[in-house]
């Protein structure tokens, strides 16, 4: 079992419509980070988080320490929010930390 | 605002053919990173510097070698390029401690025939 899953794999929704994204992972934590990759493009860094929720425009990321769950939520999604959606958790390293990732999840909006 | 460059963006090498992929990044950060990226897997981490003058294996090292010159760059050297070495490498830096931020570059796409 991977230490970081997410779910769904592939999604696909019209555009308008809520998105949520779901992450869990297994292990003790410092951080969850939530990051977008654009087709043949870099990775972007959304939100990292420790607590509670965060909010960026129309994204909104969540997380429960104690159920070690963490969702994305996109509202009035958009074409352009189409991209592969990465979940990833820090844990401590020796002295640093490691980014352990989920596979991410491929998301398509339809116009 | 550059952040992490990485170059080159793709690259087709035969096997056996040695490259040198580089990254540098103009945030002044501690630490740097070298994941490859494949079909149907997160990303794994290949190597990492924590400061300068250090290096450190990660989950796949095998096949390659590093390189931290300075603060700013580290370059990752496939020395005997093999076929299972296709995928997509991406180079981070963050800020050394805990609950630090990533920055990635734009990624290389390596295929080796």
Known sequence: ?111 | NAGVTQTPKFQVLKTGQSMTLQCAQDMNHNSMYWYRQDPGMGLRLIYYSASEGTTDKGEVPNGYNVSRLNKREFSLRLESAAPSQTSVYFCASSESGRNTEAFFGQGTRLTVV
């Open chain 1, 1 to 111: 079992k991977n230490e970081v899953e997410q779910s769904p794999q592939n999604l696909t929704a019209q555009e308008g419509e809520f998105i949520t994204i779901n992450c869990s992972y297994s292990v003790g934590i410092s951080a969850l980070h939530w990051l977008q990759q654009h087709p043949g493009g870099g990775i972007v860094s959304l939100f990292m988080l420790s607590s509670g929720k965060k909010k960026h425009g129309r994204l909104i990321a969540t997380i429960n320490i104690q159920e070690k769950h963490s969702s994305l939520h996109i509202t009035a999604s958009h074409p352009r929010d189409s991209a592969v959606y990465i979940c990833a958790v820090s844990t401590p390293h020796f002295g640093n930390e490691k980014l352990t990732f989920g596979t991410g999840t491929r998301l398509t909006i339809i116009p």
